[in-house]
């Protein structure tokens, strides 16, 4: 469980990106964040991972602080941009991950990159690889110390449209097989609603808490279902309001 707890960050005197935001996240649950460029998504995301100190407020992960989390090895994080060795293989990289956390068998690097649908493509090299299958490599870099918490900063954001779509998918069903706390920065209403439980909506400068949208998951994936057109208007009419387009 993930507790933001009455959570302000500011840079500065002048700068506040983040505003009183108070979230829980339970166990096994998918939460994206969602809202306008410059609204402190990735600021939040940084916070929980100890990557910044908020200035008002607490942050918990599993009952502990996120220096603490880090330290028990409880967070996984991907960026964007696949952070992999050159140097090393799709496996090499995923074993370094063990290595330098000082970690031994955590997760199967191997198992783990079948179950990630690279199990042919253990001793490919990063640049041998697509840009959905490096972005694979890096999430299990991320997962294989098994982390309780896994933190994704827009994942699929610099892939082509369908290999992102291919991505989201996939992420979906990871994440149906083996449930893990999940937190998504994303840009986008389509990407949060087919793989969050629940959206958070932010709002603009400084980044509230505008609205909390939840997504009932109801068996296969039918974006044509009235339900799914439903979700997607509803978030779209929320990042609209918090926008000044209402």
């Known amino acids: ?59 918990t992960i599993e009952g502990h602080a996120p220096k603490e989390a880090r330290r028990q090895h409880e967070i996984g994080l991907a960026f964007q941009r696949p952070a992999l060795i050159d140097s090393r293989t799709a496996l090499k990289n995923v074993e370094f991950t063990l290595e330098v956390a000082g970690l031994e068998g955590a997760l199967d690097p191997k198992a783990l990159l079948d179950s990630f649908g690279l199990g042919d493509f253990y001793n490919y090299y990063p640049h041998q690889l697509s840009g959905g299958m490096q972005q694979r490599v890096n999430i299990a870099c991320a997962c294989v110390h098994n982390p309780r918490l896994l933190l994704l900063d827009e994942p699929f954001g610099a892939l082509d449209e369908m290999t992102r779509e291919r991505m989201i998918l996939w992420m979906r069903d990871i994440h149906l097989a083996n449930p893990r706390t999940t937190l998504l920065i994303t840009h986008s209403i389509e990407e949060a609603v087919l793989l969050a439980d629940r959206i958070v909506v932010l709002s603009a400068k400084p980044g509230r808490i505008s609205e909390i949208i939840s997504i009932p998951r109801d068996g296969e994936i039918d974006r044509t279902s009235p339900t799914h057109v439903r979700h997607i208007a509803e978030v779209r009419k929320a990042l609209h309001a918090v926008m000044g387009d209402e």
């Not at 507790?3 to 983040?18: M, N, P, R, Y």
């Not at 108070?22 to 600021?43: M, R, W, Y």
């Open 1 to 59: 469980m993930v507790i933001i707890d009455s959570v302000t960050k500011k840079f500065g005197e002048q700068f506040v990106a983040l505003q009183d935001i108070s979230l829980t996240i339970d166990e096994g649950e998918f939460v994206a964040i969602i809202g306008p460029s410059g609204c402190g998504k990735t600021t939040l995301l940084r916070l929980v991972a100890d990557l910044e100190k908020p200035t008002e407020g607490e942050i």
